[in-house]
């Protein structure tokens, strides 16, 4: 049984998906959004419905955005600094960056937020002390080029704004990995089920984040592969 | 044993639990410097080789235990397993490492049973306390309330819980004898879940609801005893959702010679307890799925079973059925359904097959129980596969 946590197949509104598949990377190119919306003036119905074929590749679009952004918040794994900073490296195909940014801020009200990727960064927050006036501010993020500021930059501007900083545990990706490896039920192996939930374009997006669970599946494949070889030679 | 060897073995010795949603509606306290919050639909972290989701830390606080359950590698009878537990503060310090860096959803908290329930239950609720007044944890928390364990201290867990369940393993008494002596059913489980009951009707606590899993296959028990065990549960104990979980056998324990379950059992479980949960079917007609010995046949899907059972209601007309009705069309769900049933209110007709298609409705499944504009599309590939189509074309053609 696939897992669909998540993803709410009920939020039905218009608008919710309107929203998603304008920030879809083909909308920046083609008007299917504006026929969509004029279908909507004209009878909303067809286009709720998923009547025509627009109307199912609207829903598409809007659909591929939200479940990039439900796996983005859910993959992308954090680099945690005193300086209340959680950093990563990200890669998404469409604009969600505002979005993901309104995720972890409720999750993490009293931290910074950095995604980077090869061109950019962008750093937020919910907290009212601390300002980047040098940088530029867009929607609801700070956004510099790499080339401009770099990690330690960043941190030496945010530490003389916070009153205190953030005790950091120590800890290394090792207990990630051992906590993984021991949730693995051999018995029940299903590569093709795990790669369909963890496909290799969504690994790419996450950058590090699947780093481990990439390299186990292959693994796990490959001895799959090898012991039907085996098998196959032993008949 | 270090922390880290810790949570190897209590996180293995957890990993036969389910516990796949973490949707929970709770509203945050946001008290100063709180961490985490409950996401209305769940996040699911990481996938494993088995396909099976990562979402919370799953761990046991103990796998030190005085119950003799013949399916659990945590028995007491199993004398190979390393038997360790945790310090509460030690597993609050892993868990938070690992929701800040975004590894999890929350925290699922089991434990064997050390000594007696009540001195395990105090050690969870400490566990579950910690977080939520110490840490200033808001985010999901699934608590195991254990079989046997204290009324005041089920109340307790309850305030701190997103989640609740409290383990059946076996649709009744007789069954449940037969997996385990040292527990007892209606007293242990039964009791506990009225409890809970309680606590959700009255004081509207556990935001998330309570939830019970079962061993399929470990009593030799028939489907429909699960399905009718758990159709009782949701409508007499308000529970939220049945766990269905395959026998295996595991070494050392005493059904370690009994032969596995098949997992496409467990699925054919899933589907039909989904069709009471969401398509609203009636347990009646979910006796139509099932096979002499009580069994749904594992190479079919119950709703096609059936709807192929209960001729008379079709074919459907799509314009004119009840959302009832179409919901009981293999290859239409409630939510297509339902916009079938928009489309009309704004009087609007469906009139061919390629826009039920777009509405998200699987044509192949549903064409011959249906008539759009009392129209039936009953051509040969409504019945065949795709590689059947071409084979039967490659005839046709060497015929004529």
């Given amino acids: 049984m696939s897992c669909t946590n998540g993803i709410n197949l009920n939020d039905n509104s218009i608008g919710y998906f309107l929203e998603m598949a304008q920030r879809h990377k083909k909308s920046q190119r083609d008007d299917l959004v504006c026929r969509v919306k004029k279908v909507i003036e004209r009878d909303p119905a067809i286009i709720q419905n998923k009547v025509t074929k627009i109307a199912h590749e609207f829903y598409r679009r809007g659909k591929e955005v939200m479940n990039e952004l439900y796996r983005l918040n859910a993959f992308i794994r954090f680099d945690v600094y005193p300086e209340y900073l959680l950093v990563t490296e990200i890669s998404p195909e469409h604009n969600i960056i505002d979005l993901m940014f309104h995720h972890f801020w409720r999750r993490y009200p009293d931290f910074l937020i950095l995604f980077y990727d090869r061109q950019s960064g962008y750093l937020s927050t919910k907290r009212p002390d601390i300002q980047f006036p040098s940088l530029k501010y867009e929607k609801n993020y700070w956004v510099f080029g790499r080339d401009q500021f770099n990690l330690a930059d960043i941190r030496n501007v945010i530490a003389p704004q916070l009153p205190e900083m953030f005790n950091v545990d120590d800890f290394t990706a090792t207990t990630w990995e051992r906590y993984y490896d021991s949730q693995y039920i051999k018995d029940r192996k299903n590569i093709k089920l795990a790669r369909k939930a963890l496909p290799k374009k969504m690994i790419r997006k996450a950058v590090k984040g699947l780093a481990y669970e990439a390299k186990r599946l292959d693994e796990e494949e490959n001895s799959r592969q090898k012991n039907a070889l085996l098998k196959f030679l032993q008949s | ?400």
């Avoid at chain 2, 579950?128 to 840490?135: A, D, Q, S, W, Y």
């Avoid at chain 2, 449940?176 to 007293?187: A, D």
């Fill in chain 2, 1 to 400: 044993m270090s922390s880290l060897q810790k949570l190897e073995v209590l996180g293995a010795s957890a990993k036969y639990d389910t516990c796949a949603s973490t949707a929970s509606n709770r509203t945050l306290r946001r008290s100063a410097g709180y961490i985490g919050a409950p996401v209305a639909s769940g996040i699911c972290h990481s996938f494993l080789p088995d396909g099976r989701c990562v979402t919370l830390l799953k761990v046991l606080y103990t796998n030190k235990c005085i119950h003799d359950c013949h399916y659990c590698f945590n028995a007491t009878s199993c004398a190979t397993r390393q038997r360790t537990s945790f310090e509460p503060e030690e597993l609050t310090h892993l868990f938070m490492n690992l929701y800040l860096r975004n590894y999890v959803e929350g925290l699922f908290l089991s434990s064997g049973v050390c000594q007696n329930a009540e001195r395990t239950m105090e050690g969870l609720i400490e566990v579950v306390k910690g977080l939520r007044m110490k840490e200033n944890f808001e985010g999901y928390i699934h608590m195991k309330i254990l079989p046997d364990a204290p009324y005041y201290l089920i109340k307790e867990g309850v305030q701190y819980a997103d989640r609740v369940s409290v383990n059946c393993e076996a649709p009744n008494k007789s069954r449940f004898q037969e997996l385990s002596s040292t527990k007892e059913y209606k007293n242990d489980i039964l009791t506990r879940m009225a409890w809970i009951k309680g606590f959700k009707k009255k004081h509207g606590n556990i935001p998330a609801g309570h939830t019970t899993q079962f061993v399929v296959g470990g009593a030799g028990e028939s489907d429909r005893e699960l399905l009718k065990m758990s159709v009782w549960l949701y409508d007499n104990m308000l529970l939220n959702r049945s766990y269905y979980s395959a026998f295996h056998p595991i070494q050392n324990t005493p059904l370690e010679n009994a032969s596995p379950t098949p997992i496409i059992r467990e699925h054919r479980l899933y589907q039909t307890d989904w069709l009471y949960r969401k398509y609203d079917f009636k347990f009646c007609e979910l006796e139509l799925a099932f096979d002499d010995n009580g069994n749904i046949p594992l190479a079919a899907d119950p709703k096609l079973l059936i709807a192929n059972a209960d001729p008379q209601r079709f074919p459907v007309e799509i314009n004119e059925a009840s959302y009832e009705d179409l919901v009981h069309v293999p290859g239409i769900g409630p939510l297509s359904a339902q916009r079938v049933i928009n489309l009309r209110k704004s009087k609007i007709a469906i009139e061919e097959f390629e826009q039920l298609k777009n509405m998200g409705v699987v044509l192949k499944r549903a064409r011959p129980y249906i008539t759009v504009s009392h129209k039936r599309q009953t051509q040969l590939d409504n019945f065949l596969e795709k590689k059947d189509i071409k084979v039967a074309q490659n005839v046709l053609h060497e015929w004529y």
